[in-house]
């Protein structure tokens, strides 16, 4: 069964600081598809990235990166010189390929909450 | 560009009451699902649908009925609330599997539901 760890329930950084959001997955796929989301106080879903299992090229988006590790079951997620504006939950997911053509939908994590200080 | 609508955004029910939840999408997307959210607890998946007349359990559906009559509609319904089904309900939406567009799901902005 498919399974998604994020073991930091709350980080509290000052802003301008870099932070890592860890999360580890388990799934017997050999294809799957791994997913962050941000969820603002606002509480909406934010699509923020995708990554197939076959593309463990590291991606940077502006002061967002993302670092996929298959050989530890990793998808960490780093935002360099943070902003009051990062503070939100943040969550990881996975698909595994073989579920359903992948239509019993994602599996969450139970999210990091970022709390960024002026 | 509206997307994923949920209606309503927030309902108090009292025990035993029922209720439904409406999930409507533009986007012409095949899979439709409904997620309920408790603090701690992530996203957790409750049923879905790959189509159109099509529903399936997900990984908490005690408690809870859907209906997928329209493409562009998933329901989510409570018979009979109970307090355990206190949650932040969210929908979301995706293409079906087709290379390119790979199960991003696109969600609603949730619905706040509290049963006393």
């Known amino acids: 069964a498919q399974k998604v760890t994020q073991a930091q329930t709350e980080i509290s950084v000052v802003e301008k600081e870099d932070v890592t959001l860890d999360c580890v997955y388990e799934?017997?796929?050999?294809?799957?598809?791994l997913f962050w989301y941000k969820q603002p106080p606002s509480g909406e879903l934010v699509f923020l990235i995708r990554?197939?299992?076959?593309?463990?090229q590291n991606e940077i988006s502006g002061r967002y990166s993302w670092n996929f590790q298959k050989s530890t079951s990793s998808f960490n997620f780093t935002i360099t010189a943070s902003q009051v504006v990062d503070s939100a939950v943040y969550f990881c997911a996975l698909s595994e390929a073989s579920a359903g053509g992948g239509a019993d939908g994602l599996t969450f994590g139970k999210g990091t909450h970022l709390i960024i200080q002026p | 560009n509206a997307g994923v609508t949920q209606t309503p955004k927030f309902r108090v029910l009292k025990t035993g009451q029922s209720m439904t939840l409406l999930c409507a999408q533009d986007m012409n997307h095949e899979y439709m699902y409904w997620y309920r959210q408790d603090p701690g607890m992530g996203l957790r998946l409750i049923h879905y649908s790959v189509g159109e007349g099509t529903t399936a359990k997900g990984e908490v559906p005690d408690g809870y009925n859907v209906s997928r009559l329209k493409k562009q509609n998933f329901l989510l319904g409570l018979e009979s609330a109970a307090p355990s089904q206190t949650s932040v309900y969210f929908c979301a939406s995706s293409f079906g599997v087709s290379v390119g567009r790979l199960r991003e799901l696109f969600f609603g902005e949730g619905s706040r539901l509290t049963v006393l």
């Open positions: 990554r197939n299992s076959f593309d463990e």
């Open positions: 799934t017997r796929d050999t294809t799957y598809y």
